[in-house]
């Protein structure tokens, strides 16, 4: 039955429907309608809500709940996430799956309450110290937050890693039309790795760590996660078209502005523009393969961000020099408008707009 929900509050529920029992965190805005759903939520379904003294504290928390095996999951917004940052290398250092939810706002610093896509470097390339990845999704409406954010569990427990859901502050509090999936898992191993109590006899002890002292051993452990990543880069990447088959010129946008640019691609292509779009889903592993499968075609890229300017250097690696990149931007919580981008869809024609 499709009902209209918040953003925050429809990942919210995806969450718990998806098996998520345990959640820590600690308000800010624009994410703070998912801790005030779970903490009404999670004690209907058996669950617990523990609202922490500060973020960093929440992530540790995370941290012990995914030890003992538990599907946990915590959100923040910008300069909360950072505050997250050397948990999150923590507990992928120690092989342990969570959700992170990161409703991104302008800044830097404080920046302001409103949407941006300005942590797209701190999310696609760690944020923390040491080398590590995540798988990053990045909805463009409130459904498909729904359907990420139940994947999102899965995924984190099959490869043993947190993954995030990146949405702009937009995708947190719009409403829409959402229709809950019923949750289908995928199949999993036991967590025969959790710490869940020993007995001395029926298996080997647990050891929940991410600290290797001689180099060799923590150059090997690095090596192992490194061939997970591979193995994710392989198996997860996701990613959407539309009106690529005889593109020309082709938008590169994703999450709430992809689905601005979207409109303004049509209006150019009334006009007899051929221009295309692709939209990441997955932001880490990106899908080079899109862009490498639009250069026969392709004259010119244009990307499209609510930033200075960051996934743009993800485009240019995939293109690889081939064709040109061009680059449109608004930041600090500025929303870019159908027509701006449609201008700058004609300028990369040649023509004025």
């Known amino acids: 039955m499709r009902q209209m929900m918040k953003g925050n509050e429809a990942i919210a529920e995806a969450a718990v429907q998806a098996g998520c029992r345990y959640f820590f965190g600690y308000p800010i805005t624009p994410q703070n309608e998912i801790p ?12 617990v809500f523990v609202q922490a003294e500060s973020e960093v504290s929440a992530i540790n928390m995370v941290y012990g709940a995914a ?9 923040s917004s910008s300069p909360g996430i950072s505050l997250k940052q050397e948990g ?5 250092g120690a092989q342990l799956p969570c959700v992170i939810v990161n409703m991104v706002r302008g800044g830097p610093g404080l920046g302001s309450i409103q949407p941006a896509q300005s942590d797209y470097y701190q999310s696609t390339r760690g944020g923390g110290h040491g080398d590590y990845r995540m798988v990053v999704y990045a909805p463009a409406s409130v459904q498909e937050a729904v359907e990420l954010t139940q994947l999102a569990f899965d995924v984190a427990d099959q490869y043993r890693n947190p993954v995030m859901v990146m949405g702009d502050g937009v995708i947190g509090q719009m409403m829409e039309p959402v229709e809950m999936p019923e949750y289908q898992p ?19 002890r647990a050891v ?8 060799d051993r923590c150059e090997a452990h690095n090596l192992m996660l490194k061939a997970r990543y591979d193995e994710i880069e392989k198996n997860e990447c996701m990613y959407e078209t539309d009106y690529m ?22 209006q150019a292509r009334a006009e007899g523009i051929k221009v295309g779009l692709i939209r990441p889903i997955t932001l880490w592993p990106f899908p080079n393969k899109a862009f490498e499968d639009a250069l026969p075609t392709a004259k010119k890229f244009l990307t499209v961000e609510m930033s200075m300017g960051q996934m743009v250097d993800d485009v240019r690696l995939a293109v690889n020099g081939a064709r040109p990149v061009e680059f ?12 701006e981008i449609y201008r700058e869809i004609v300028k990369l024609t040649g023509r004025e707009g």
Do not use: F, H, Q
């Open 36 to 47: 005030e759903y779970m903490s009404k939520r999670l004690p209907e379904v058996g669950g």
């Open 67 to 75: 030890g003992a095996g538990a599907r946990v999951m915590t959100s």
């Open 88 to 92: 999150i290398s923590y507990i992928v």
């Open 186 to 204: 995928r199949a999993l191993k036991a967590k025969d790795w959790a710490a869940t109590g020993w007995d001395g006899k029926s298996r080997d």
């Open 208 to 215: 929940i760590n991410s600290l290797y002292i001689e180099p």
């Open 245 to 266: 088959d005889d593109a020309e010129y082709v938008v590169a946008a994703y999450g709430t502005t992809a689905r601005i640019a979207l409109t303004a691609i049509r």
């Open 328 to 339: 449109y931007g608004r930041t600090g919580g500025v929303i870019p408008g159908v027509s």
